[in-house]
Structure formats: C-alpha cells, structure tokens
C-alpha cells in the first residue's frame, strides 16, 4: 500500500475553511484515496473517498491533482465538533467481498477553537 | 452500512491474564478486522479473520498471542494472552463493505488497561 504523508496537526477557528493536504507519490494506477475521521474514544469514521479530480459530499470535497500523487481534503465552515484525527489512505478499492485491510498512517490532529 | 458492537469497552486486567474481546456485526461479513491504536499513535492492523479459516496475522502479531475465532460470519472474538502493561491499548472491529465506495466501518473500541 502507498505510504502516506499528512501534517501532523493543524489548528482553525470556527466557520473557516480547513484544507488538509496528504501526499502519497507513490499511489499506484489501482489505488483510491479515502479519508477517515476519528474522535478520542471512538472507532474512526468515513469521511470521503475518490479517485481523481473532485468529489464533494455533504461533509467535505476530496481534491485530487491530474498526477494524484497528493490530495487535499476541504472541510467548509468548521466547527467545534470537527476537532478530531483525519487520516488519508490510499489503496485499492474492493467492489466485492469483505474489503482490504487498512494501512493508517499517523493522522492529522486538527484543533477547532472560537 | 454496517453496525458494530464491541464487548466490553473497557476493562482493567492484571498482568499475566487473558481478555477475550468480542465483536458483532449486524449483517454477514466475509471478512472481520482486528486493529490495535497504543495510546497517543495511530490505528495498526493485528489480523485479519476469515469465517471457516484461521487468521492472517501481521508481522510483529502472533496467534499465540492474539489468538481470535471466527465462528460465523458476523461474530468474532480477540483474546489478549498473558497481558503485560505494554499490551495497554485500544482494540478496535473493523470490516469493510465493498462496492462502488469501499468504506470501512469500526467497533467503538475496547480500552485495556493492564496493571
């Protein structure tokens, strides 16, 4: 699985836009990027998922650059509650069966504050 | 989408002594995730469990030390042997449902504590 860089915090203040970069040069052509969200005392949870260009939820939008080797996940408005770990991982995408396993890397510690 | 629960989702352990750490999914599952997160660090794959054959376990985990059951497809069991303080972690459930998003769904967690 390709090896992932994020920064290691970040901080913002309410009703900002937060744009966390994550880079994985060496993405290969089967790989997706998925982003997951983790709050102290739970398991993490989906966020977004894509494989090029952008994708937009009702939580954030996914970037993705023509080469892929980086990706940017947007989230609009921040608040409060959005101060958790993200993490990016890239890796193939199962359309059937159980799914892969998960390789994590160390996160993005991102701290909402008024 | 799936739900996950996790049994218990805390405990205090005594050095030496085994706990066995349950996870039920609410719908079947070909494949059952086992991940540990050390406190402060980011989650790390333990095993892999596949209904009706044994683990697949990654490097630095052994079956002698995480052994885990798979009785059906949505149950599945981990037990941490002979506990040591350095076995201090949170224990998490996963399993993933493929399509045209692969999203990976997670257990709330079991927080041990091993004095």
């Known amino acids: 699985l390709a090896k992932t860089t994020q920064p290691i915090s970040m901080d913002s203040y309410e009703g900002q836009e937060v744009n966390i970069t994550c880079s994985h040069n060496?993405?290969?052509?089967?790989?997706?990027i998925t982003w997951y969200q983790q709050f102290p005392s739970q398991g993490p949870r989906f966020i977004i998922q894509?494989?090029?260009t952008k994708v937009t939820n009702e939580v954030a939008s996914l970037f993705i650059p023509a080469d892929r080797k980086s990706s940017t996940l947007s989230l609009p408005r921040v608040s409060l509650s959005d101060t958790a770990v993200y993490y990016c991982?890239?890796?193939?995408?199962?359309?059937?069966?159980?799914?892969?396993?998960?390789?994590f890397g160390t996160g993005t510690q991102l701290k909402v504050e008024l | 989408s799936a739900v996950i629960s996790q049994k218990p989702s805390r405990d205090i352990c005594q050095r030496g002594t085994s706990l066995t750490i349950q996870c039920q999914v609410d719908?079947?599952?070909?494949?059952m995730f086992w991940y540990r997160q050390q406190p402060g660090q980011s989650l790390t794959l333990i095993a892999t469990?596949?209904?009706?054959?044994?683990?697949?376990?990654e490097s630095g985990f052994v079956i002698d030390k995480f052994p885990i059951s798979r009785p059906n497809l949505t149950f599945s069991t981990l037990t941490v042997s002979n506990m040591s303080p350095e076995d201090s972690s949170i224990y998490l459930c996963?399993?993933?449902?493929?399509?045209?998003?692969?999203?990976?769904?997670f257990g709330q967690g079991t927080r041990l504590t091993v004095v």
């Open positions: 996963s399993v993933a449902l493929g399509g045209q998003i692969t999203e990976a769904f």
């Open positions: 060496n993405i290969a052509t089967n790989d997706y």
């Open positions: 469990a596949n209904q009706g054959s044994e683990a697949t376990y």
């Open positions: 719908s079947q599952v070909t494949m």
């Open positions: 894509g494989y090029k």
């Open positions: 991982l890239v890796g193939e995408r199962v359309l059937t069966g159980g799914g892969n396993k998960l390789t």
